[in-house]
């Protein structure tokens, strides 16, 4: 049974930072993509990184790139996502996600994740 828990959300001032981490449990962690999705207030999920499972690999939005970070940790099956620079565009409820990879494309997923966590808000505002 897949597994995903999201922890670290909050709120922060513009400007500053934060770090999300997901726990996960269920499934091969290095066989998996798992990426990190915002749901921004009435808006559909948007993807913001995610690590490509297999090649390890790892994409990020236009507006996360060069702002936010994911990495992962193998021995804890955990992947996190450092958020710095933050916005108040930033805003929302970050989920974490996890699929198999799409191994037709060098993309993290072929198609939405078949597994979500419980997701996490985060609020930055002055």
């Known amino acids: 049974q897949v597994q995903l828990v999201e922890s670290g959300g909050g709120t922060v001032h513009p400007g500053g930072s934060l770090r999300l981490a997901c726990a996960t449990s269920?499934?091969?962690?290095?066989?998996?993509?798992i990426g990190w999705f915002l749901q921004a207030p009435g808006k559909k999920h948007e993807a913001v990184s995610c690590?490509?499972?297999?090649?390890?690999?790892?994409l990020y939005s236009v507006s996360a790139q060069g702002r936010f970070t994911m990495s992962k940790d193998a021995a804890k099956n955990t992947v996190y996502l450092q958020m710095t620079s933050m916005r108040p565009e930033d805003t929302g409820i970050y989920f974490c996600?996890?699929?198999?990879?799409?191994?037709?494309?060098?993309?993290?997923?072929?198609?939405?994740?078949?597994?979500w966590g419980q997701g996490i808000q985060v609020t930055v505002s002055s």
């Open positions: 996600a996890a699929d198999l990879p799409d191994f037709t494309s060098h993309e993290c997923f072929e198609r939405p994740p078949a597994h």
């Open positions: 269920g499934f091969t962690f290095g066989d998996y993509s």
């Open positions: 690590i490509r499972g297999g090649d390890g690999s790892t």
